[in-house]
C-alpha cells in the first residue's frame, strides 16, 4: 500500500512539474513573439497589416537551376482572403470558402483538395504576421535557433488544433522574423510534402510597420522563389480583387 502510495504521490509530482515547464515554456515563447512584435513596431503598427496589397519582382527556380523571372501583384485580407496575380501566366483568388485558378483564358474552380491546401497555406502565413499569435487558441512553445546568414535567432513553435504546426525564428540581436519554416505540398511534384522555409530580409519601415522587402522560399533545402517587395499599401482592400477572375 505504501508503495503505491509513493508511485502516485511520484507521478502526481511529475505531471505537476511536467505542466510547470509546459506553462513557463508558453510564457518564454510569448515573451519572444512580444519582443518581435515591438520590433516590428508595436501592436498598433501590427495591425495595420491585416490588409493590404503590395507588387514582387522575382525569380522562380521551380522548374530548374537557372530559374524564371516574374512579376505578380498581391492583395491580402487576414485570414481568409488572398490574391495572387503573376503578370501573363495565372492569377489565384482565395475568398474563404470559394477559390479560383486562372492560367491565361482558362478559368477553373478549384476543388475541394485545391482549396483546402490553399486555405492551410493561408492560415500557415497568417501565423508568420504574428497577427493571430495573443489567441489562445495557438500553443506556442521555445525551440531551438538555427542561423540565418550567419547570425543566431530564437525559434518559437507554434501548434494550433487541425493545422500544420508553424516554426519561427527571429534574430537574437533585432528581435525581428528572419524566417518561418512549415510544411506544404508541392503542385509541381504531385502534391508531395514538403517543407517550406521563408527568409526575411531588407526591413523598412511602412506607416510605422517594419516590412521585409527582400523574401526568399526554400523547399527541401533548395531554392524555389526569390523575391523583391515593392509598393506596399496597408488598409481596406478593394472587395473586387477578391471576386471571381474575369
Known amino acids: 500500500m505504501r508503495k503505491s502510495m509513493l508511485v502516485t504521490v511520484a507521478v502526481s509530482?511529475?505531471?505537476?512539474?511536467?505542466?510547470g515547464a509546459a506553462a513557463g515554456q508558453a510564457d518564454d515563447a510569448r515573451a519572444i513573439v512580444g519582443q518581435a512584435i515591438e520590433a516590428l513596431g508595436g501592436p498598433?503598427?501590427?495591425?495595420?497589416?491585416?490588409?493590404?496589397?503590395?507588387?514582387?519582382?522575382?525569380?522562380?527556380f521551380g522548374?530548374?537551376?537557372?530559374?524564371?523571372?516574374?512579376?505578380?501583384e498581391y492583395a491580402v485580407e487576414w485570414p481568409s482572403r488572398f490574391r495572387m496575380e503573376i503578370s501573363e501566366i495565372f492569377t489565384i483568388v482565395v475568398n474563404g470558402d470559394q477559390g479560383?485558378?486562372?492560367?491565361?483564358?482558362?478559368?477553373?474552380e478549384m476543388t475541394a483538395e485545391q482549396l483546402a491546401e490553399q486555405k492551410e497555406e493561408l492560415h500557415s502565413s497568417y501565423?508568420?504576421?504574428?497577427?493571430?499569435?495573443?489567441e489562445?487558441?495557438?500553443k506556442l512553445s521555445v525551440?531551438?535557433?538555427v542561423e540565418v546568414d550567419g547570425k543566431p535567432t530564437v525559434g518559437v513553435k507554434v501548434s494550433s488544433e487541425g493545422h500544420r504546426d508553424v516554426k519561427l525564428y527571429f534574430d537574437k540581436e533585432t528581435h525581428l522574423p528572419a524566417k518561418s519554416e512549415y510544411v506544404v505540398k508541392s503542385q509541381e511534384q504531385d502534391g508531395k510534402e514538403v517543407t517550406e522555409e521563408v527568409f526575411y530580409a531588407d526591413y523598412h519601415k511602412v506607416e510605422g510597420l517594419q516590412v521585409p522587402k527582400k523574401v526568399t522560399l526554400h523547399r527541401d533545402g533548395k531554392k524555389f522563389v526569390e523575391a523583391?517587395?515593392?509598393?506596399?499599401?496597408l488598409g481596406d482592400v478593394d472587395d473586387k480583387l477578391f471576386a471571381k477572375p474575369e
Open 136 to 138: 489562445k487558441t495557438y
Open 100 to 108: 479560383w485558378i486562372k492560367s491565361q483564358d482558362n478559368l477553373q
Open 127 to 134: 501565423i508568420t504576421t504574428l497577427l493571430p499569435l495573443e
Open 63 to 72: 522548374t530548374g537551376e537557372d530559374g524564371v523571372p516574374y512579376t505578380g
Open 13 to 19: 509530482l511529475l505531471v505537476v512539474s511536467h505542466r
Open 228 to 233: 523583391e517587395n515593392s509598393e506596399f499599401e
Open 44 to 60: 498598433e503598427a501590427l495591425k495595420k497589416q491585416k490588409a493590404g496589397t503590395w507588387k514582387e519582382k522575382g525569380t522562380y
Open 143 to 145: 525551440i531551438d535557433g
